[in-house]
């Protein structure tokens, strides 16, 4: 269920209900592919303002099925607030999962124990009903950018089997509650994006995502296929662009209509030692940083910011203490959770495109 | 300062008065080496009800002297409670660290960027001066028991030289409100042991600390010299045992009438999937806990076995997940904070013997 609160031009602010909350949109999801976000713990996702994060249905059957399964996603998690789960769609982009896609389905051996299964939509759907996530995925069939992206008649049949897997899951969907999304692709052709924007939109489900977006192409050719996308879903679907994440890029997404995000942009960063900054970007590794007895961001409220400085930070990180990891992980995602929750507010109140552009002045600035 | 406040037997509680709080005899410090617990905030050190950790003086001077010294060790880690310093005597055993020892002092080589210098027992105590900590070290000449732990006459010179540092140590203390701990050395001679011990109480230093042991001399004979020791030092006096951190070790050590103790064992065991629970120690990556919906120790009350299974913490570890070593962590101190509490309440109710017996009875019982 989805309910559009406030709007400034295309973007928007709205709930969307599950049976675990309701949840303020444009919402940004961390990832937690095996179970977990890196570094950080259910109680620090909970504390970074962190509401529904992603999990990936396939890597849980091939890990633990019967464990998370028996306990309830949730249960398992120990998260009371929203879940998504993929439904493993996007491992035909990963070597170590893929055997083939056919018509049927997708062949995977799981890079864990080596054991080969056939995904069949139907299967992907009754896996994540299983479950029992709040939010589920249908079984897309994601044209590999990299490999064959320019190749069009390849893309336009993963495009249409995406279609007709999207038609099974739909007639596979059993679990009364759990929201069923879902996924439109079409790659970096802008007839086969709207066509599968509308197409996906017409079967009705709860909600619509952008798929095969962020992966290789251009940042112009991303946002207009969004665009194109959008403009073929009906404005009471919430609309889920998968794999964005850094700041920027989420703001020209909202100003689009984007609802929901999810990315492990942040946390791959902070590992790295990126962190987002509301005067810039910080490399913390930098000698500069050294005896800096500063917060990270003097304007971030998060317990990082609160009680560490940059130059602990920069020990901690070029020691390779462990650490690092956490507390940078935290901040990225507690900055990027602070700026959704500003963005909302602003669109509330109609000053989002100012919101934006100020924003944006500070963070685009030169390293501190 | 130090006031004893119960005894059984040898065993004892007290109150260590420092200048950021006074802590409850017998405890437990994790090890901070390079400025944080591994996989540890310091929120969550503190919600491990640790009080005080001791960090490294020789590795912060070598990798972020001027602004740890700039912002005090407390400001600089973000923590309000005890902190201890070791002097840089034990980084003698790290080939990493080592070049030569004389009278004068010792000769290290900075693994982290090549430089050289020479630690006198003055210099020793001027860095820790200044980077600020409750409680400091003196430095001694740890002789290496792998090397020539039974090479009396060699053992003999760094007890003697141990002796002379501390004296020197003494002598160059300026830091009112520190207190300044001695080593005593001498082996697993008990002749050495004995006179290191007494010479080094006969210094009146705030503290005795026992170093040397548990580096690979056998339980008994660490046992016995520690037992030795403690015999030639006054009973008004703090007694450290240096390195000793499993929960058997600890509570043997606590009935001989030490007072303190510091160990990474806690969290190396975690980081390798070695819990210690009120039944027994738990290697949770084995297959059996793959579908334990079940707390790893009911009877514990850290937030991990109220908020996590084995089966999720089996998930994690098997999956090399970061998370995992962050929970195993904390899980394992938390469990050692609780013992010693335990244990402090039964001397005072002069039940530690009995106290003793029981947990060991549980600890020790076969993997549950």
Redesign the interface.
């Known amino acids: 269920m989805f309910e559009i609160t406030a709007k400034e031009g295309a973007a928007r602010t709205g709930i969307l209900h599950t049976a675990h909350g309701s949840f303020e949109t444009p919402f940004f999801m961390p990832v937690a592919t095996?179970?977990?976000?890196?570094?950080?713990?259910?109680?620090l996702l909970e504390q970074s303002k962190t509401r529904v994060f992603i999990s990936n249905a396939l890597v849980l059957y091939f890990?633990?099925f019967?464990?998370v399964r028996?306990?309830g996603i949730h249960?398992?998690?120990?998260w009371k607030h929203g879940i998504f789960t993929d439904s493993g769609g996007f491992q035909i982009l990963r070597e170590g999962f893929l055997l083939s896609i056919s018509e049927i389905g997708v062949r995977y051996r799981s890079p864990?124990d080596g054991s080969r299964m056939l995904l069949k939509p139907e299967q992907a759907i009754d896996i994540q009903n299983k479950l029992g996530a709040d939010v589920i995925m249908a079984l897309d069939d994601v044209p590999d950018y990299a490999k064959y992206g320019n190749d069009f008649e390849k893309v336009k049949l993963a495009t249409e089997r995406t279609y007709r897997w999207a038609e099974r899951c739909k007639k596979a969907h059993r679990q009364k509650g759990q929201l069923l999304f879902g996924i439109c692709q079409g790659g970096i052709f802008p007839e086969l994006r709207k066509e599968s924007a509308k197409a996906i939109a017409e079967l009705g489900l709860d909600g619509v995502a952008l798929g095969g977006l962020s992966i290789g192409e251009s940042k112009e050719t991303m946002h207009a296929m969004a665009q194109l996308s959008i403009s073929r879903i009906p404005e009471d679907k919430p609309r889920y662009l998968m794999g964005l994440g850094s700041p920027e890029d989420m703001l020209e997404a909202i100003e689009l209509g984007i609802d929901i995000f999810d990315s492990a942009f942040p946390t791959q960063n902070a590992r790295h030692g990126t962190l987002f900054t509301s005067a810039g970007k910080v490399r913390i590794g930098k000698q500069q940083y050294?005896?800096q007895?500063v917060p990270l961001d003097a304007a971030c409220s998060c317990?990082v910011c609160r009680?560490?400085?940059k130059?602990?930070l920069?020990?901690?990180f070029?020691?390779a203490?462990?650490?690092a990891?956490?507390?940078l992980s935290f901040h990225n995602i507690y900055f990027i959770q602070e700026l959704l929750e500003q963005a909302r507010i602003a669109i509330r109140q109609g000053k989002f495109s100012k919101f934006k552009s100020e924003f944006l002045r500070g963070y685009k600035a030169k390293e501190p």
């Open positions: 095996k179970g977990a976000v890196k570094h950080m713990s259910q109680e890990t633990n019967d464990a028996a306990a249960g398992f998690m120990n864990f050294k005896a007895l317990f009680n560490y400085t130059a602990y920069h020990h901690l070029r020691s203490e462990p650490l990891k956490t507390l």
